[in-house]
């Protein structure tokens, strides 16, 4: 039988089988002995060594499409990335590097913006100057009165979506609205410091549909820039790369050197300057590691 990965606790694999059910499975000690570990999001063939009490083994592990380390999961169509408009108001560094490491792994991103209801009209029209020329879908919701959840549902249709944000955005309530069932720990957001505490504890699909799959993805408070050179991230800004070869120089980093057109975008507007800030943080932190 063939089954998707949707948990994965203690070394044991709660694999879903469509129209089945879920079964509990091990997996085999071949995995072991390759050092391959299955993960949240796999697509897997499995042995049914129980069926009243769906129990089976993961036999085979399909082919992965993509993979993640943190979250460590795999086969993912697309992420929806949660932050609040306001209260807390969007940390725009932690925002443009997980869009980064989205691009380096070539996952489609959708931007969905919550607590619509208690948002002003120039807090929206901030994120949109922002994020509309990097090309990014974009939602604003209000999950507390659930508008603007249909258009999030069609969005999701047919796909494997992880969901994924800092805390206090209200993305559990979301996933709680997307799907009952999942019935996720909400956390009380702390008053002084307008941060939620983590709920997520590990990573988990939940079935939407038959075909429709989402997952809250658990350690999003930090997320570092070291899985590539600093001369290969002006290629995950999607922004820049209408002005790639219209430099002076070949090979521009669009940091320091003259005749830049990027730069020349930033003068002119055309790229947020908010973006470009984070770029520069980002590189400046790559070029350092290389000195250790």
């Not at 999961?73 to 609040?84: K, M, R, S």
């Amino acid at each position: 039988m063939q089954g998707k990965i949707i948990k994965g606790i203690a070394g044991f694999y709660y694999v879903h089988v469509v129209e089945f059910g879920v079964y509990e499975c091990k997996a085999k000690g071949v995995f072991r002995k390759e050092k391959i570990k299955p993960l949240v999001g796999d697509n897997v063939e499995i042995e049914v060594l129980d069926e009243s009490e769906k129990k089976g083994n993961i036999v085979k592990i399909l082919p992965r499409q993509n993979e993640l380390i943190r979250p460590a999961v795999a086969n993912i169509d697309q992420a929806l990335v949660v932050f609040a408009i306001t209260k807390p108001n969007p940390h725009f560094n932690l925002l443009d590097r997980f869009l980064v490491m989205m691009e380096s792994k070539e996952i489609p991103v959708v931007l969905c913006f919550n607590k619509e209801d208690i948002a002003t009209d120039p807090q929206i029209k901030e994120l949109e100057e922002i994020y509309e020329t990097c090309g990014y879908p974009m939602v604003f919701v209000s999950a507390k009165e659930e508008r603007g959840i249909e258009k999030i549902r069609e969005l999701l249709k047919g796909k494997t979506t992880a969901i994924a944000g800092p805390s206090g955005v209200g993305k559990s309530s979301i996933i709680n609205i997307l799907q009952p069932d999942a019935e996720m720990e909400t956390g009380a957001i702390s008053t002084k410091i307008e941060r939620g505490k983590h709920t997520t504890r590990h990573s988990e699909l939940f079935a939407i549909d038959e075909d429709s799959y989402i997952m809250d993805t658990p350690g999003f408070s930090s997320l570092y820039v070291n899985d590539y050179e600093k001369e290969e991230l002006k290629y995950l800004f999607p922004e820049f790369r209408k002005y790639e070869g219209m430099c002076r120089f070949n090979g521009c980093d669009h940091v320091h050197e003259p005749g830049c057109a990027v730069k020349e975008a930033l003068e002119e507007g055309k790229i947020h300057k908010i973006r470009y800030q984070n770029y520069i943080e980002m590189y400046e932190e790559l070029k350092n590691k290389r000195r250790y």
